[in-house]
């Protein structure tokens, strides 16, 4: 099962059957080399598009320490993730 956003496009039915194959698989395989099940609900994939319409949206998920994957063209090319703070005590010198 799929719980991640995959999103795709196309102007007419058999475009969306292609667009949606193609979609399906590049997650996979996405999925695939980030060594990672592809039920894992945490990383989230948006298009370059789509983050500068949900912008907003997007960096709330964050927040919340969700990582999100952008791609161009169905390539990933960037991820926007949580900032790991060291919460550690400051060495003195």
């Not at 949606?20 to 948006?46: H, N, Q």
């Not at 500068?52 to 949206?57: E, L, W, Y």
Request: proline share 3%; glycine share 4%; net charge positive.
């Amino acid at each position: 099962m799929i719980r991640d956003l995959v999103m795709y496009e196309g102007k007419n039915v058999a475009e969306l059957k292609k667009a949606f194959i193609e979609a399906v698989e590049d997650y996979l395989s996405l999925c695939k080399k980030m060594r990672r099940k592809y039920e894992d609900t945490s990383i989230k994939t948006v298009t370059a598009i789509e983050l500068r319409r949900n912008f907003s949206t997007i960096i709330a998920s964050v927040e919340k320490g969700n990582e999100v994957i952008i791609t161009k063209q169905g390539i990933p090319f960037a991820v926007i993730k949580p900032m790991v703070r060291d919460t550690s005590p400051e060495k003195s010198n």
